[in-house]
Every structure is written in C-alpha cells, then in structure tokens.
C-alpha cells in the first residue's frame, strides 16, 4: 500500500453558520467553492488541490460519520490485508466498482477512508 496525498477533509458545522463558513473559506481564505447537491446542503472547498467539505449537524454538536480524513491510495488491496492482519474491523463501499472505498476508525474513534481510483476533486 502507497498513501499518494489526502483526497478530502470532511467536517460537520452548525446550519446557522453556513453563510459564515461560506464567508470565511471564501473570501477571507480565497479558497473557491464547488456546486454540491442541494438538497444534501453541502459546502465545498477547492483548497489548491485539496478538497474541504462541510455537511450540517443534525443535532448536538458530536463527531459523526460524517467527520473524516479520506486518503487517495495505491494499493488498496493490500491494505484490506493489513487491516486484517492486525485484526481490524474495516468497511468495503461498493466493492465491485472500479473505484473502492475503505473506511476504519482509529484508535481514538475518527473515521479514515481509503480511496483508490479517484481523483482529489471528485467526493
């Protein structure tokens, strides 16, 4: 498995401060926004080659699944091998498509994903 860069950072916000993060990612960090679904109600960053995105609470402010570091990846295979050599519990996203996805929690509960076969500015 070769880790090749971060493919995008995922974080939940407050609704109520949609318009501030727009602001402050776009204007005050220059950073240009990118369409996303409407009805997901996302926000979404081009970092120069990084991809930040914003997805609203549902409720209480608390870490969901939502909230991860998604890495591109060679090797994806591999890395499933890892993981269960080391006894790790890990997540296969539709497995017979070209592209995978893998996702497993840390330690400290974050959730990781694994992506082989995208490009930094696809999610």
């Known amino acids: 498995m070769n880790i090749t860069s971060v493919h995008h950072i995922h974080f939940q916000f407050p609704a109520r401060c949609k318009e501030e993060l727009r602001f402050f990612y776009g204007t005050v960090l ?24 914003f997805t609203p609470e549902a409720g209480t402010s608390s870490r969901g699944a939502a909230q991860h570091v998604a890495f591109n990846i060679q090797g994806i295979e591999s890395l499933k091998q890892r993981l269960q050599d080391f006894g790790l519990d890990f997540i296969e996203s539709h497995p017979a498509r070209q592209e995978k996805h893998v996702y497993v929690k840390d330690p400290a509960g974050n959730q990781l994903e694994f992506l082989e076969g995208h490009f930094a500015s696809q999610h």
């Open 30 to 53: 220059g950073a240009q926004e990118l369409s996303a679904p409407e009805k997901r109600q996302l926000l979404r960053f081009e970092m120069g080659e990084q991809l930040l995105c």
